[in-house]
């Protein structure tokens, strides 16, 4: 009895310290980590005060344009990608004392944050590998912040091997008969897997902005395929007859781009996301095959990596937050979404 009455008074004490010390995290426009006297805010949504600033990665929807003053935390890769659409993140660090950045596995450049052993932010995270990308590296932290995109269990990805060997046979028997096939995905990150997967189909072409980001990529040391650049603003109308193969931003069907490629060379459409496992994706994209080939992670994905960091405390973010947070209560854990900071499920058409 004495020697839990000790137990007890220890884990109090423990607890008292933390709550001197401990990390605060709160929903302000970005999320703000307090720890200690420094204040970090992450991927926020606009010019940020804080001591240090974290971009996750070169999606658009976790850049802003920063102020002179910000000291940014990204990795070099994300520094060079978001320069390339626009954003200037001016002179970015990966080397701050206290801080260690891992790989995500999301997209080329992409990080994960841990500040000392307090606080753990996923950013956007892949649980698999694919192609020249790893998964999310992981370390144990008290507070885990994670994105919770696909987090229900209705969202478990296929094997990308056998979707790879799917995509083949379908692209195969497009050709067979003549047929052009256009693959469509964000520009940056998924465009590159499916040059890197499916580019031995020749004519290839890349749109514009994929052909950039493809640039920056090769510039990293991942050197895709060269393909013929199309733009689509003006070439749309020289493509040859015959079987081809386009790598392409998502874009509806229904756009007057892809109903001009459908009418005027028969080509098939064929889309790429995570949220294909849904029912009416296909017709809500208008296209006329699509497959889950998605950049983070599924279900159980999510479930092992708080698992792996081991918290006391988990705040969600993104897609299903509640969900998961309320899946994760019932495994334990304190659990809640960062709600302020929420990005609405219809966002991932503009995920670009
Ligand atoms: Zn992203």
Redesign the pocket.
């Given at each position: 009895m004495a020697g839990l009455q000790a137990l007890d008074r220890l884990i109090i004490e423990r607890r008292d310290s933390r709550s001197d010390l401990g990390a605060t995290v709160t929903a302000n426009g970005g999320i703000q980590v307090d720890y200690g006297k420094t204040r970090f805010m992450l991927d926020p949504h606009g010019a940020a005060k804080a001591d240090y600033v974290f971009v996750s990665?070169a999606?658009v929807d976790?850049m802003h344009n920063p102020s002179k003053s910000e000291k940014i935390i990204a990795s070099a890769a994300t520094t060079e990608l978001a320069k390339a659409r626009g954003y200037d993140l001016g002179a970015t660090t990966e080397d701050v004392e206290g801080v260690e950045l891992l790989d995500s596995g999301?997209?080329l450049g992409s990080r994960a944050i841990r500040i000392a052993d307090e606080v753990f932010y996923t950013g956007?995270a892949s649980g698999r590998a694919r192609a020249f990308l790893g998964k999310c590296k992981t370390r144990q932290a008290r507070i885990l912040i994670m994105e919770t995109t696909y987090g229900v269990p209705d969202y478990t990805f296929p094997q990308t091997a056998k979707l790879v060997k799917e995509v083949n046979s379908l692209i195969a028997g497009a050709y067979d008969r003549g047929v052009p096939v256009v693959l469509m995905g964000y520009p940056l990150g998924k465009a590159q897997l499916l040059a890197y997967f499916f580019s031995s189909w020749a004519p290839l072409y890349y749109s514009s902005n994929v052909a950039e980001m493809n640039r920056v990529h090769a510039e990293n040391g991942i050197d895709l395929k060269r393909g013929t650049h199309f733009d689509p603003r003006k070439d749309y109308d020289s493509l040859p007859h015959g079987p081809w193969l386009l790598v392409s931003p998502m874009s509806s069907g229904r756009s007057r781009l892809m109903s001009h490629l459908k009418k005027k060379y028969g080509a098939i459409l064929v889309a790429f996301s995570g949220w294909a496992l849904g029912s009416g994706y296909r017709y809500t994209m208008g296209a006329d095959y699509s497959f889950p080939l998605s950049d983070h992670c599924d279900y159980q994905e999510l479930v092992k990596l708080v698992e792996a960091v081991s918290p006391e405390t988990v705040y969600t973010v993104h897609g299903f937050a509640a969900e998961f947070a309320s899946d994760l209560r019932k495994m334990g854990f304190h659990a809640r979404t960062l709600g302020a900071y929420q990005s609405s499920l219809t966002d991932f058409a503009r995920?670009a």
């Amino acid at each position: 009895m004495a020697g839990l009455q000790a137990l007890d008074r220890l884990i109090i004490e423990r607890r008292d310290s933390r709550s001197d010390l401990g990390a605060t995290v709160t929903a302000n426009g970005g999320i703000q980590v307090d720890y200690g006297k420094t204040r970090f805010m992450l991927d926020p949504h606009g010019a940020a005060k804080a001591d240090y600033v974290f971009v996750s990665h070169a999606h658009v929807d976790h850049m802003h344009n920063p102020s002179k003053s910000e000291k940014i935390i990204a990795s070099a890769a994300t520094t060079e990608l978001a320069k390339a659409r626009g954003y200037d993140l001016g002179a970015t660090t990966e080397d701050v004392e206290g801080v260690e950045l891992l790989d995500s596995g999301h997209i080329l450049g992409s990080r994960a944050i841990r500040i000392a052993d307090e606080v753990f932010y996923t950013g956007d995270a892949s649980g698999r590998a694919r192609a020249f990308l790893g998964k999310c590296k992981t370390r144990q932290a008290r507070i885990l912040i994670m994105e919770t995109t696909y987090g229900v269990p209705d969202y478990t990805f296929p094997q990308t091997a056998k979707l790879v060997k799917e995509v083949n046979s379908l692209i195969a028997g497009a050709y067979d008969r003549g047929v052009p096939v256009v693959l469509m995905g964000y520009p940056l990150g998924k465009a590159q897997l499916l040059a890197y997967f499916f580019s031995s189909w020749a004519p290839l072409y890349y749109s514009s902005n994929v052909a950039e980001m493809n640039r920056v990529h090769a510039e990293n040391g991942i050197d895709l395929k060269r393909g013929t650049h199309f733009d689509p603003r003006k070439d749309y109308d020289s493509l040859p007859h015959g079987p081809w193969l386009l790598v392409s931003p998502m874009s509806s069907g229904r756009s007057r781009l892809m109903s001009h490629l459908k009418k005027k060379y028969g080509a098939i459409l064929v889309a790429f996301s995570g949220w294909a496992l849904g029912s009416g994706y296909r017709y809500t994209m208008g296209a006329d095959y699509s497959f889950p080939l998605s950049d983070h992670c599924d279900y159980q994905e999510l479930v092992k990596l708080v698992e792996a960091v081991s918290p006391e405390t988990v705040y969600t973010v993104h897609g299903f937050a509640a969900e998961f947070a309320s899946d994760l209560r019932k495994m334990g854990f304190h659990a809640r979404t960062l709600g302020a900071y929420q990005s609405s499920l219809t966002d991932f058409a503009r995920q670009a």
